[in-house]
């Protein structure tokens, strides 16, 4: 899973979910601190616009055409920020869908940056947690599970994404934040190790 200060949660806002859909957004923030968010400005061939995205994250193409940074100083930005750490978004298959769209149209490999699943960080978490506790490894599973499963519970009573990428990575930041406290919590519950 690799050390604390590695893991970043990323998010992207996309201008369609149809196949030719680029991303227009994309923010991180760092478990240790630091965050960044970019407005990304459309490459010339990038055109697809759904009006149901817009709905959804309301930035307008024009927006994006007169605040945003061009496509390959963010895709560079990114590869110089964020190379060598844990990548996690909360929908790695659309996330990396556009990372890979936004890398190669700067003309960069489209694996130069790898994103994983948000509860491959929540559940290694916990995991590291109990067993530095000693819980039996035949119980780890179950009870990373389902303390993740509660924090998501709580997650979800908080309302709906935002759908902006910074609001959204923070969202999944303080996720992670959280399961780590109910792991601690069930540990102290154990009582004292012997």
Known sequence: MGDTADIVFLDFEASSLGRKGYPIEVAWVFASGGEETH??????????????????????????????????????????????????????????QWLSRLLRGAGLPRHALRLQDTDVAHEGTITRILQGANVP????????????????????????????????????LRVWRDVQRRAVEYVKSLGPLT
């Open 137 to 172: 490894e035949s119980e780890l599973a179950n009870l990373a599970k389902e303390i993740l499963a509660q924090a998501r519970r709580k997650d979800e009573a908080d309302g709906d994404p935002v759908h902006r990428a910074l609001a959204d990575a923070k969202r999944e």
């Open 39 to 96: 407005l990304i400005k459309p490459a010339p061939s990038w055109t697809e616009w759904s009006a149901e995205s817009e709905a959804t994250h309301h930035l307008t193409r024009e927006r994006l055409i007169s605040e945003g940074e061009a496509h390959d100083e963010v895709a560079r930005r990114m590869l110089d920020v964020l190379s060598g750490h844990a990548l996690y978004a909360t929908a790695p298959s659309w996330d990396g």
